[in-house]
């Protein structure tokens, strides 16, 4: 089969490169091989050809189930954590129908009943941070984002068994972040009980432990039976499929532990990078604060979310450092024309969300956060895609949007913050997806006052 052009090197050699930093590999391979190159991670997985070029992200996320698909089952390194009924490891008419069942909840009216719960979380987890000691920001954004999530999804608010699943779930997702852990995903034979050095079995532990807390809630709402509640789960458990038959547990933990993971880490990390490129760069803050104060006190959620500066610090945030850096796989199904190559069924494509987020020709100066590139020109789905699209959108899209703008909004009107060290944070893998390369201190140096709108207006 002919493949596009890529590194020639032994494929181990490029799995290392891979699991490393997939960020400077792939730049690297841009450079010498254009906007549709092939890697070789592993003698005994497909060639991975991976595109940055908007037309040819058009074509494979608009294209889904004729000349191409996105099989569940390309993303196998899912499959420990999220289960083999998760509607990432799933795929055709099974991944549609649960799409369906999952949609409704991240849609419309239901999205206004989380503002509250992201403002009033937001307020707890910040309320515990005092003046002059530092802290690190992503801790502080992952408080939020966990508790939000259990809420939304769970409707677990407090109590023993919400608290002990949260600190499960984030010792977790800890040890999944990292590299060591990443090459046990990608090197399955590793996954061995290796006596004391069994750091897969841990994870294996902390995994039922977890498990058995979400098994032990689902239990108890199915002798409980109430209809009037309204979280994920209640939603999900009272859902039918065409033949009349509910989800299984099995199914419904899998569904569960997915939203957890996926509506929680990405969050987080984003929410974090996001206060990081406010402080660093004083004048994008004083912008942001301009247009915040501007709103008054309390102002309405829907009224945040369509601040247009706001929204482009958000966007920007998500442009420079993806949080997802590809999108998930698709396979050829029939020969397909795709940049120039002639590919044959078979061939496994993936979106570099990075690179093209990085192209100078789309995003001049793409290494520098430049909020007002998204107030000067709007870009198509396809140059700016954070969240993928096609039959793989990210469902959360709007729960994560919300969540980002209004924990910010309480952040910034509630606190002045300061970053303790004002050098660069890169970067780099966590786990699948990505997050800073160092930790990120910052420190609260007094509550914030809100300047009165009144006054800003006479003074601008
Ligand atoms: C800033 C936050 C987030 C980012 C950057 C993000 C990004 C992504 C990306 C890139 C994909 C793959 C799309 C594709 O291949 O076309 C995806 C899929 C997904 N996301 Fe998110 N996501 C975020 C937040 C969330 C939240 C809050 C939830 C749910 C609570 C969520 C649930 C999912 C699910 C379930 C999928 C799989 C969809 C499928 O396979 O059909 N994500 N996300």
Redesign the pocket.
């Known amino acids: 089969m002919k493949f596009p052009n890529g590194p020639q090197t032994p494929a181990v050699l490029q799995m290392l490169r891979w699991i490393a930093n997939p960020m400077s590999f792939m730049e690297a391979c841009a450079k010498s091989y254009g906007e549709i190159f092939t890697l070789r991670l592993d003698k005994n997985l497909p060639p991975m050809v991976i595109i940055s070029n908007p037309l040819a992200q058009q074509q494979i996320?608009t294209n889904d189930t004729k000349e191409l698909e996105?099989p569940?089952d390309l993303?196998q390194l899912f499959e420990p954590l999220l289960g083999k009924h998760?509607?990432?490891t799933?795929s055709g008419a099974e991944?549609q129908r649960?799409?369906q069942l999952?949609m409704p909840p991240?849609h419309g009216e239901r999205m206004r009943n989380y503002s509250q719960v992201i403002t009033d979380v937001t307020k707890q987890v910040i309320s515990q941070y005092q003046i002059g000691k530092p802290f690190n920001i992503r801790s502080a954004t992952q408080a939020i984002?966990m508790r939000v999530?259990m809420q939304?999804?769970f409707g677990l608010h407090e109590g023993p068994r919400a608290e002990k699943l949260q600190q499960f779930l984030g010792a977790l997702l800890e040890k999944a972040s990292s590299r060591l852990n990443v090459a046990l995903l990608y090197f399955p034979a590793l996954q061995r009980d290796f006596g004391p050095i069994n750091f897969w079995g841990k994870q294996m532990r902390l995994q039922q432990e977890a498990d058995e807390l979400i098994y032990e809630e689902i239990r108890e709402r199915r002798e409980q039976g109430d209809s009037s509640r309204t979280d994920?789960l209640s939603l999900l458990m009272a859902a039918r499929d065409e033949a009349g038959q509910p989800m299984t547990d099995e199914e419904l933990r899998d569904?569960l532990m997915?939203?957890?993971v996926?509506?929680?880490e990405?969050?987080a990390?984003?929410?974090a990078w996001a206060l990081y490129w406010i402080h660093k760069i004083p004048s994008v803050r004083q912008k942001l604060l301009q247009e915040l104060d501007s709103l008054g006190d309390n102002p309405e959620p829907s009224t945040v979310f369509k601040l247009p500066y706001l929204n482009a610090v958000c966007s920007e945030t998500?442009r420079i450092y993806?949080?997802?850096i590809?999108?998930?796989?698709?396979v050829v199904r029939t020969p397909l024309s795709l940049g120039g190559y002639e590919l044959e069924p078979g061939t496994v494509l993936i979106?570099s969300?990075y690179l093209t987020h990085h192209r100078e020709d789309i995003y001049p100066e793409p290494k520098q956060f430049k909020p007002e590139r998204f107030l000067e020109r709007q870009f198509s789905p396809y140059e700016y895609?954070?969240?993928?699209?096609?039959?793989?959108?990210?469902?959360?899209?709007a729960?994560?949007?919300l969540?980002?703008k209004l924990a910010l909004a309480k952040i910034l009107s509630s606190l002045e913050l300061e970053l303790v060290d004002n050098g660069e944070v890169r970067l780099k893998r966590r786990g699948l997806?990505t997050g800073p390369d160092r930790p990120i201190e910052m420190v609260v140096t007094s509550q914030r006052q809100m300047k009165s709108p009144i006054l800003q207006t006479t003074t601008v």
């Open positions: 996320l996105a569940g993303n998760s509607v990432i799933i991944h649960q799409r999952l991240f984002t999530i939304a999804v994920i569904e997915t939203l957890l996926a509506g929680h990405t969050t990390t984003a929410l998500l993806p949080v997802a590809l999108t998930f796989p698709r979106g969300i895609l954070p969240f993928g699209g096609g039959a793989r959108r990210c469902i959360g899209l729960f994560a949007q969540e980002m997806v």
